[in-house]
């Protein structure tokens, strides 16, 4: 912490040129009736950096010396554009709309997103926002400075397989969407980013909703939805890069271009990729590649665009993590899991000197391979002047595999013979497998919005039809001993095809002048199917159908200018994942759908001149506090079936409480500071646990009280940014995460330590006659040296002792590491 201090007086005390910048701040209202206009979109220099509140004022904290460009859409009303010079005085605006606009991506996608008027907790990132951390590094790691926001890494340094949870829940319980169409896996839940590498640099806007939050396509939000949107429409014609390397051999090279408005009408964009790294881990590396095209036309009252991108991932496998005695160096602990493990000597001393970086996996294509298409055709259309429709059609397209060597594998495990050679009967054999998958998702989206100009009563009508269909299946491509197997010999198969349609309606109302009131409901419909084996040969034949009702209301009151009490309830339902199928036991009905009552309630302040403070200061906070109440949630039970996997059930009751605190504090942009901070509690009544009995049994606990999985009781981000030159901006950013458990036994063997990592940021950007503009950046991560883990897994079985040993893997994050940048702007 001293460290800490040290940095972030240094920081503060850098001389500062005079100050040439301030806040630009107005109002926004219809040039006929002098209403205003909440929800409309600001632009500066083409980048999302405020929208209007329910009073059509707008605050843009900080506007960087030189002239720059404001560019004001809403929806029915012509865009208009405004220069603006940076300077030391505040800069009040006021702007009038006409009626009868051009539709942008910008202005529709906000009738799907959280605001003001919807009293729900969220966050709002634009372009800049991302850019200024976008490295190389998945999508979750530049989110990692929003509110309850927990991010970790399998080869450890942000590159490859990354995992986000919010509020202490996985990306299986986060609903994500790409321009409003399903991104979230239809069994699994999850949502891999690692198969649309370098996506953040073609998103142009991006939303955090925390909690249940507004109705949304595709799977439930039970912890938070992130909203992703690549719909804006770029007038001017532009060509970047971006080069980066650092630490672990990092690579990430990209080009981008756009035609700018063609005729008045015609956009083209373009995106190549390439993200490539040996990884912190031992044989942890990736190498991947995406593309990102998309063409639009837009007329007065139409916005037509077809988007296609696409990702393709080739990582060793690191999702085994290491065991707990490599990273703590307690040799009798090691020895233990040698012994259990059966290592080879090779193998043993591998582990000893690996230590943290130890990586199980060595044979040399022991990876992950997947590829990931995706197509989009949207169509926004005017319906008059407080109409607008927006539809959408979708195809994504995935297959790939991961191939593994495996030792002594049963031949009968593969539906093979044995072998017999001579008078030798051979019953196993070294082979290597891959696992496929092959599945199409598609369906359509449609949203129809009525935003009147007087905006006292807004709503929307949408809904969505999509379906999946996957094929699992497994093939041997080698075998030491061939047995009666072909070339690529299948050994299990399965076909899964899951239907999901829902319908919403949500408006908000302004009732009185200070008073404003919120409803949303959705009914969702789920039919899933499985039939054929698994890969152990057993049968996994599942009929589920599920229909969902979730009501949503909320309240806001405006207190005075920029300030802002809310209160929302919300419902949120989820069907099981494939694994609570495939993975029961024998007479075992099944797992029952999980939900989630969700109660929300806030203080906003904004002040765009915060002269209490000091001369030309922005000051935001907000304090939310939330109570997640679940019903039949699944949870890991900690007994084991057959082959070790764990098991879920239902618990009947359990609970996410807490305070988020955030923070935000600009001197004309020269010094600021934001700070987030969530204090929670996250329990289990009634839980009870399995322990084993002398015989090897399982015996179920007595119920008690307990703590829910990978939930810290404590998270704090903090970023301190300072431009002592111009053009020169260094930031400080620290995140504190408290202890967390691997399972719900709330045992100090079985947990995570609390961790806290400093990073530093410089960004340089220089503006040439021969382009437009240069930026030299640099990224040193976790400058402190820390050695710490911020993720794991624990694992029981019978040892060669023939006592039950409980083993925990865990995730290292690499140590202190960096990452160089340079970007050209023509």
């Known amino acids: 912490m001293k460290n800490v201090l040290v940095l972030g007086t240094a920081l503060l005390a850098l001389p500062a040129v005079a100050w040439a910048q301030g806040p630009v701040s107005g109002v926004i209202t219809d040039a006929r009736t002098g209403t205003p206009l909440p929800g409309a979109t600001v632009l500066l220099d083409g980048t999302p950096s405020a929208a209007t509140d329910a009073a ?28 603006v010079q940076g300077q030391p005085t505040e800069q009040r605006l006021t ?59 399998d080869a450890g340094a942000g590159v490859g397989y990354t995992d986000i949870r919010i509020r202490g829940t996985s990306n299986t319980g986060i609903n994500m969407t790409i321009n409003g169409v399903p ?61 980066t390397y650092g630490s672990f051999n990092t690579w990430k090279n990209n080009v981008q271009f756009g035609t700018g408005l063609l005729n008045n009408h015609f956009t083209v964009d373009g995106r190549l990729s390439r993200i490539a790294t040996d990884g912190y881990m031992n044989r942890a590396s990736s190498d991947l590649k995406s593309y990102y095209f998309a063409a639009g036309y837009q007329g007065k009252n139409t916005l037509l665009k077809f988007i296609t991108f696409s990702g393709r991932e080739k990582t060793y496998q690191a999702w085994n993590g290491v065991p707990e005695p490599a990273i703590t160096s307690n040799e009798a602990l090691l020895e233990n899991y040698i012994a259990n493990g059966e290592l080879s000597e090779a193998d043993a ?65 593969y539906g093979l013979q044995n072998v017999i050679i ?53 093939e041997i491509i080698w075998a030491q001993y061939a047995s009666t197997s072909n070339i690529r010999q299948h050994y299990y198969f399965n076909e899964a095809r899951k239907t999901d349609y829902n319908a919403y309606a949500r408006a908000t109302w302004q009732v009185l002048p200070k008073l404003g009131v919120y409803g949303d409901v959705q009914v969702r419909h789920i039919t899933y ?66 939900r989630l009552n969700d109660w929300e309630g806030g203080y906003r302040l904004t002040l765009p001149d915060a002269t209490l403070l000091g001369p030309h200061t922005a000051l935001r906070l907000e304090v939310n506090g939330f109570y997640m109440q679940y019903r ?50 996250n329990r289990i ?30 998270v704090s981000a903090h970023t301190l940014e300072g431009q002592p030159l111009p053009g020169l901006r260094l930031a400080l950013l620290y995140k504190t995460v408290s202890r967390q458990y691997l399972d719900n036994t709330t045992s100090e063997d079985r947990r995570i330590r609390p961790y806290q990592v400093l990073d530093f940021r410089a960004r340089y950007t220089i503006r040439p006659k021969f382009v437009k503009e240069i930026e030299l950046a640099l990224l040193v991560n976790n400058v402190l040296n820390r050695r710490y883990v911020a993720n794991g897994y624990t694992y029981s079985y019978l040892g060669a002792s023939g006592g039950l040993d409980t083993f925990n893997w865990y995730f290292p994050q690499a140590t202190r590491n960096f990452l160089a940048s340079v970007g050209v702007k023509f």
């Open 56 to 83: 059509g004022t707008f605050s843009i904290a900080t506007v960087p010396v030189g002239s720059h460009t404001l560019h004001i859409t809403f929806v029915g009303y012509d865009p208009i554009t405004r220069t």
């Open 95 to 153: 702007v009038t709309l006409q009626p009868g606009g051009v539709l942008t991506g910008e202005a529709l996608v906000t009738a799907s997103r959280a605001n003001e008027r919807t009293a729900t907790a969220y966050t709002n990132l634009g372009k800049e926002d991302l850019a200024k951390r976008n490295f190389g590094q998945d999508l979750p790691y530049l989110l990692d400075q929003t509110p309850s926001v927990i991010v970790n890494s």
């Open 183 to 243: 991104l979230n896996d239809a069994e699994s839940h999850g949502s891999f980013l690692v198969n649309l590498p370098d996506l953040a640099s073609s998103v142009s806007s991006l939303q955090v909703q925390r909690g249940v939050g507004t109705s949304q396509n595709g799977g439930a939000a039970f912890g938070a939805s992130i909203n992703i949107s690549t719909l804006d429409v770029r007038r001017e014609a532009y060509a970047e890069s971006q080069n």
């Open 349 to 413: 001393e591998r582990v000893r000197r690996e230590g943290r970086r130890y990586s199980y996996y060595t044979y040399d294509n022991q990876t992950d391979n997947y590829q990931q298409n995706h197509y989009q055709l949207h169509l926004s259309q005017g319906l008059g002047q407080d109409w607008n429709v927006g539809a959408a059609l979708h195809l994504t397209r995935g297959f790939g595999y991961y191939e593994n060597y495996r030792t002594r594998r049963r031949f009968t495990d």
């Open 422 to 474: 001579g008078g030798d009967t051979i019953t196993r054999t070294n082979l290597v497998d891959r696992k496929w998958l092959d599945n199409y998702f598609y369906g359509g989206t449609f949203a129809l919005n009525y935003q009147p100009r007087d905006g006292k009563f807004q709503a929307t009508l949408g809904g969505a039809w999509n379906q999946f269909d996957n094929d699992h299946y497994g």
């Open 529 to 594: 199917t499985i039939d054929g084996i698994e890969d152990e040969q057993n049968d996994v034949r599942t009929r589920a159908r599920y229909t969902f009702f979730n009501p949503k209301a909320g309240a806001t009151f405006a207190l005075a200018e920029g300030q802002q009490l809310y209160a929302s309830f919300a419902v949120g339902q989820r069907e099981p994942v494939r694994a609570d199928f495939t993975d029961r036991p024998a007479g075992d009905v099944g797992a029952k759908a999980e």
């Open 632 to 681: 039949n949630q699944l949870v890991a039970t900690g007994q084991l079936n057959d082959v070790g996997t764990a098991l879920r059930t239902n618990v009947a009751r359990s609970y996410r409480r807490g305070v988020e605190l955030t923070g935000f504090a600009s001197a004309n942009d020269q010094i600021s500071l934001s700070s987030t901070l969530t204090v929670s509690q």
């Open 685 to 714: 009544l009634g839980y009870q646990g399995v322990s084993y009995d002398e015989n090897y049994e399982p015996v179920t606990e007595a119920p008690r009280t307990s703590t829910i999985s990978y939930s810290p009781n404590v």
